[in-house]
C-alpha cells in the first residue's frame, strides 16, 4: 500500500500473474527455456518477487492521490455493525467501479466462507468475455481490523499486499450490500441474487453520491 494510493490485493494479484505468467511467450517455453529457469532455482524465484516488489513501490509513487485527497472528502463512512455469520455465503456482483483487474468479467460472484481462526476466506469467480465464457477463480482470505463494528476488513490474494474492504451499506436483512475502499477509487455493489429491482438500486445511488461518490461511474454487471 502506498502513502498516496491503495492498491487493491487484486490488484496486486494481477500484477503478480502478469509478472509471472502472462509475459510468457504464446505457446509456452522453449525445451532450452524451461531448463535455464529450473537451473535458476529458488534465487530465481526470490528475485523474481523483489523485482515484482520494488515495481508496485515505484508505481505507487508514481500514482495520482486518491479521490478522497484530490476532493478534499471526509473519512468514508461504514456501518455500525456487520454480523459475519450473516454476511457469509455468495454475494453476486450488480455493478462495480470498472478496474483493470476485472477487466472483461462477466457474472461475477463472491463466497466468503468463516474460518476457525476468525479470518474469512474469499473465493471470487467471474466468467470471462462474456456470462458463459470460461471461468476464472481467485482465492484469498479476509481479516477485521475493526473489531467493534466489522464493518472494516482487509483483504489479501496475494501475500504480503492486502487491500481495504469496507461495508458502507448493508441492508438489514443482509440481501444487499455495498462495498468501498478508503480512497472512493473501488466499489461494488452486491446482493444475494444475480439481480436487484431498480428502486433498491436507485435508492443505493443516491446514498452513495451522499458518501462523495459519483454514481455515475458504475457499471451494471451481466449475469
Not at 463512512?77 to 454480523?83: F, K, L
Not at 455465503?89 to 470498472?98: D, F, Q
Not at 483483504?155 to 438489514?172: A, K, M, T
Amino acid at each position: 500500500m502506498g502513502a498516496d494510493v491503495a492498491l487493491s490485493s487484486e490488484s496486486v494479484s494481477e500484477t503478480a500473474e502478469l509478472a509471472f505468467a502472462n509475459q510468457l511467450p504464446e505457446g509456452g517455453l522453449a525445451v532450452s527455456d524451461r531448463a535455464r529457469l529450473s537451473l535458476a532455482g529458488m534465487d530465481n524465484r526470490w528475485t523474481r518477487v523483489l523485482s515484482l516488489c520494488v515495481l508496485l513501490s515505484l508505481t505507487t509513487l508514481g500514482c495520482a492521490s486518491s479521490t478522497t485527497k484530490r476532493l478534499g472528502l471526509p473519512e468514508l463512512q461504514t456501518v455500525e455493525h456487520v454480523d459475519l455469520k450473516k454476511y457469509a455465503g455468495v454475494w453476486y456482483e450488480i455493478a462495480n467501479y470498472p478496474n483493470r483487474f476485472q477487466k472483461g468479467c462477466f457474472a461475477t460472484t463472491a463466497t466468503y466462507t468463516l474460518r476457525d481462526d476468525g479470518r474469512v476466506e474469499v473465493v471470487n469467480r467471474c466468467r470471462k468475455e462474456s456470462p458463459n465464457g470460461p471461468e476464472k477463480t481467485s482465492k484469498g482470505q479476509a481479516k477485521v481490523v475493526d473489531a467493534t463494528t466489522n464493518a472494516k476488513l482487509k483483504v489479501s490474494f496475494f501475500w504480503p499486499f492486502w487491500g481495504d474492504y469496507w461495508i458502507i451499506e448493508l441492508d438489514p436483512d443482509y440481501r444487499y450490500a455495498v462495498v468501498g475502499h478508503p480512497d472512493r477509487d473501488y466499489l461494488w455493489i452486491l446482493s444475494r441474487s444475480p439481480t436487484m429491482d431498480e428502486g433498491t438500486y436507485e435508492g443505493i445511488q443516491r446514498r452513495l453520491k451522499d458518501q462523495g461518490y459519483d454514481p455515475g461511474r458504475l457499471v451494471r454487471t451481466l449475469h
